[in-house]
């Protein structure tokens, strides 16, 4: 599968962004999708997985209460809506996804970046 990343962009401290994850190549109904980001200087961490059935989500403390990740089957793609932004929150922004049984992300989109300005 084929994830494209999309939506980041500048904003100031306690806007909102929503990323975008368009997979293509194969459904992803059936398959976990998640965040990551890398903001620079530092490694990639964690941000939000949410189910291949989408009703289950789990957050990085960082960002919980803030982030909201979503999926529509049908489009193929996985949402993250981002608000009350900080400028720590700036970083490269990356969508993976695995398989439900597995622990490894298998494919990498090319990430986008959130830059938040204070």
């Known amino acids: 599968v084929q994830l494209q990343a999309s939506g980041g962009g500048l904003v100031q401290a306690g806007g909102s962004l929503r990323l975008s994850c368009a997979a293509s190549?194969?459904?992803?109904?059936?398959?976990?999708m998640g965040w990551f980001r890398q903001a620079p200087g530092k490694e990639r961490e964690f941000v939000s997985r949410?189910?291949?059935?989408?009703?289950?989500?789990l957050y990085a403390d960082s960002v919980k209460g803030r982030f909201t990740i979503s999926r529509d089957n049908a489009r193929n793609t996985v949402y993250l809506q981002m608000n009350s932004l900080k400028p720590e929150d700036t970083a490269v922004y990356y969508c993976?996804?695995?398989?439900?049984?597995?622990?490894?992300?298998?494919?990498w989109g090319q990430g986008t970046l959130v830059t938040v300005s204070s």
């Open positions: 993976a996804a695995r398989a439900p049984t597995g622990s490894i992300w298998s494919f």
């Open positions: 190549g194969r459904a992803i109904s059936n398959v976990h």
């Open positions: 949410i189910s291949w059935t989408g009703g289950s989500t």
